[in-house]
């Protein structure tokens, strides 16, 4: 329960207190470009972007996946936050965009493999028992090649958060980053539950062959 718990001040809990700190300040910035919009008529004025606020989740809020059912479960918590504060904010002049990377190298995915051993040095011997050591060899074998043949660069997503925070035009509603996500993810999140969880099995038994 300590990492769900974990998981949720930080993967949602955090979104939500730093978009409660900074909902002010977009206000008052909404309402500056709105007065520049009615004097635009009276003297030209520059063009002014609206304010944006861009909430960091994951395709894994949109995709669960297994072994990663707190990852998931949080980041899913903050892509229906993501969508509920864009229809209130709507109303101000306010964009939110949900930025979904899929897996990049960043130093939470490269700490993995040393979490993983501690978490599996701290279970219990019943634990130990149910999941067995092949399980436990498998999931190392499928972060590590998570982490050498399917993450991104992480400059990417970089790219994608400056481009969607200093355009003049108003970002998506959700900002997809990575080619896997744009084209595999998208498509498998909208198959039914029991034939993701079968192309999931499957892409997991590839994975280990």
């Known amino acids: 329960m300590a ?8 993967n949602y809990l955090g979104v939500v207190r730093v978009s409660k700190a900074f909902v002010p300040q977009l206000r008052r910035s909404a ?3 709105a007065q ?16 944006r606020m861009l909430i960091v989740s994951s395709m894994a809020g949109k995709l669960p996946s297994p072994l990663l059912s707190s990852y998931c479960a ?8 993501a969508a509920s504060l864009r229809m209130e904010l709507a109303i101000w002049g306010i964009n939110v965009c949900t930025v979904l990377p899929s897996f990049h190298r960043t ?19 019943e634990v130990r028992a149910q999941y067995g050591e092949p399980c436990f060899s498998s999931t190392l074998v ?13 400059a990417r997503v970089t790219e994608g958060l400056a481009g969607a925070a200093t355009g003049l035009r108003a970002p998506p509603c959700e900002l997809t980053i990575g080619s896997d996500a744009v084209f ?13 969880a079968l192309a999931l099995a499957l892409a997991l038994t590839l994975t280990l062959t």
């Open 184 to 196: 595999a993810l998208h498509v498998m999140r909208r198959l039914l539950a029991l034939v993701l």
């Open 107 to 125: 130093p939470l995915l490269e700490g993995s493999l040393p979490s993983l051993r501690r978490v599996w040095a701290a279970a219990t011997p």
């Open 74 to 81: 949080t980041k899913h918590a903050s892509v229906a936050f």
């Open 31 to 33: 309402q500056l470009v």
């Open 36 to 51: 520049r919009a009615a004097q635009r008529w009276k003297r030209p004025t520059a063009s002014a972007a609206a304010p």
């Open 3 to 10: 990492d769900f718990e974990r998981d949720c001040a930080v």
């Open 142 to 154: 499928c972060c590590n090649q998570l982490m050498t043949d399917w993450a991104w660069d992480a």
